[in-house]
């Protein structure tokens, strides 16, 4: 079988998910951007800033803007790693925690949108292929 096109539907996906995170999340004033390394701060308290563009296929730069802007806005922290004094470690703040939960009602609501009639066993399918492909 071909998959002469299996890349612009996963553009589609991507585009498609994005929008709707993106106008989910303009009322907190966050970005997708930002939502994505919120999560990844919150699951990984302590991560230092490359980790986290490693994690989630971001550039250094792009996770070190949105790290800034969330520090501004109380939602991370950063704290020189005791180790090296040339690291910073990134922890979530409560205000931070807060809102990755509004995130994460979000994308299961944007998650059973995109699943909805398929069957369990579809779904498993999808999301661990997606995880293999990641």
């Known amino acids: 079988m071909k998959y002469t096109h299996f890349a612009s539907y996963g553009g589609i996906f991507f585009r498609k998910s994005q929008s709707y995170l993106k106008a989910a999340f303009k009322e907190l004033g966050i970005s997708y951007v930002d939502s994505v390394v919120l999560i990844n701060v919150c699951e990984n308290p ?11 296929a971001l550039d250094n730069a792009a996770v070190a803007r949105s790290l800034k802007l969330m520090e501004q806005d109380d939602l991370v922290s ?3 790693d005791v180790n090296n004094q040339r690291t910073k470690k990134v922890y979530p703040t409560e205000k931070g925690t807060r809102i990755k939960r509004f995130v994460d009602a979000a994308m299961d609501h944007w998650n059973t949108y995109m699943l909805d009639g398929l069957t369990d066993e579809e779904q498993e399918v999808i999301v661990s292929s997606l995880q293999v492909l990641r």
């Open 46 to 56: 302590g991560i230092i800033q490359e980790k986290i563009g490693e994690n989630l």
């Open 78 to 80: 950063r704290q020189i």
